[in-house]
Structure formats: C-alpha cells, structure tokens
C-alpha cells in the first residue's frame, strides 16, 4: 500500500468511529456510564452471517450480527442470575445504546424472545441504568443452558432492580427490540 493509501484508509476508519460516536455517544444531559471498551467500525454484514438482533427503529428495521453488537460500545460487570443461581461476568451493549442506535433512545422498549416472551422496559430505567443486552458471560459465548445466546441483565445497583418487579427485564433468548408504541 502506498502512503497517500494508507493515509486515506485512516482517515476512512477515523470517520467512520467518528459517525459512530454520533450516533451511540451519549448527549450532555444522559448519566455516565463506565465502559468496558469504545466503539469499533461497524463490519459489514459478511454473506451468510446470521443476524443476531433486529431493532425496529423510526427508519425501518436494522439487522445486527454478532460482530456488528460486538463493535458497539460494551459494558461489562458481574451480576446474580438469580434463576441459573450463579453471578457471572457479563459484557454486551447497554439498551441506551441500542434505543439510539434505533432512533428511540428514551421511549419505553418492548423486548422480545424467539420462544415467544416479551416485555416492556421502561425508559427511565435503561436510560439511567447500564441495563445491557449481554452476548458473553465470563468471557465466553452465552450458551443456550445460559439462556444465550442473547439475554437482557440487569446490574447489581440499584438494589431495586432485583425485586419481583424487575424480574420480567431479565429476557433471554433475546432476537428483537422496539420501542412501545
């Protein structure tokens, strides 16, 4: 690769990061969240990748694959699954980010299974909260046994969120977000 290249290639990558910070990073008036990691460049979708997640956001429907969650900006923390009984370390994309990604960040969202499950989540919940949609769990591929490959967790603070009030947002299986109509 010639220098004037390379020098185009990273100025394709930087705006590329930069669009997507646009698009994922968090206004003035939203709470901080602490990340694991930034957000990568999108990948593009290779032929016959599965789609992981469909968000059915105000411009129509995007299909995300694994990689392409992966290279959104990821949280991490240790949480109980209170019905597997086990705390596991999880790392995914919080739902903010995700309503954004959609163009829906703060209406309320309904979550959806592939076994048929749904809920609603309020907004004034995954706005302030760093209630993310996990697709690895100490550091490995959520396994269906897991209730993977996609599921919703909630962190351990505030301790409202672990009450039978919330433990309707613990969706596993998860293949679809939307925002309530």
Known sequence: MTLPHLARLAL????????AAQTWG???????????????????????????LELDGTTGTLKL?????QAMPAMRYATLHRQLKQTFTYQGVTLRDLAAR???AGKD???YASNGYFTTIKASDYMNEPIMLAY???GQAITT???GPLTVVLPAQPARLHTGEYSAAWVWYVERIAPLK
């Open 102 to 104: 959609g163009g829906f």
């Open 26 to 52: 968090a206004p003035a008036s939203w709470k901080p969240f602490t990340y694991a990691r930034a957000a990568q460049p999108t990948p593009v979708r290779k032929p016959g990748e599965r789609i992981m």
């Open 65 to 69: 694959t694994l990689r392409q969650l």
């Open 136 to 138: 690895s769990a100490d």
């Open 145 to 147: 046994l897991q209730k």
């Open 109 to 111: 969202l309904r979550v």
């Open 12 to 19: 394709s990558v930087l705006l590329l990061h930069s669009a």
